[in-house]
């Protein structure tokens, strides 16, 4: 079966270096928080508010060992007024057996304000 895991995390900054690790730290929590593998991973969808342009975040998937060819798209989010600035999302579509409840959504830096009812412990 396919669930989707969330994430969403933000950088205080515009740039490549922040978007590339920011990226890349949120994408292995929410692999490790739920136990998947790369293997284990259908697609990718990284969104970005548009105050975001410096880099590609899935440019940072990719660079991960073993996810070179999970397919990652990016994308950016609507611009709508009062929105979280300088955020990241993530959809991540993994073949799974646990049931939707049992997935562990991940939310780092200030984005922990958007969801704080689907909160984890990660720091």
């Given amino acids: 079966m396919i669930r989707g895991i969330r994430g969403a995390t933000t950088v205080t900054e515009d740039s490549v270096a922040q978007v590339l690790a920011e990226t890349e730290k949120l994408v292995l929590a929410m692999a490790k928080e739920n136990d998947v593998k790369p293997e284990d991973?259908?697609?990718?969808?990284?969104?970005?508010?548009?105050?975001?342009?410096?880099?590609?975040?899935?440019k940072a998937v990719r660079s991960i060992p073993e996810w070179t060819y999970v397919p990652?798209?990016?994308?950016?989010?609507?611009?709508?007024?009062?929105?979280?600035?300088?955020?990241?999302?993530?959809l991540m579509h993994v073949n799974t057996e646990k049931s939707q409840r049992?997935?562990?959504?991940?939310?780092?830096?200030?984005?922990?304000?958007?969801?704080?009812?689907?909160l984890t412990n990660i720091k």
Avoid: Q, W
Avoid at 41 to 54: L, R, Y
Avoid at 73 to 86: I, Q, S
Avoid at 102 to 118: C, E, G, M, S, T
């Fill in 41 to 58: 991973v259908a697609s990718v969808v990284v969104s970005t508010t548009t105050d975001i342009a410096s880099a590609f975040p899935a």
């Fill in 72 to 90: 990652v798209m990016c994308t950016h989010e609507m611009d709508v007024p009062g929105a979280m600035p300088l955020c990241i999302r993530v």
């Fill in 102 to 118: 049992d997935i562990l959504h991940v939310y780092l830096n200030d984005a922990v304000k958007l969801r704080p009812d689907l």
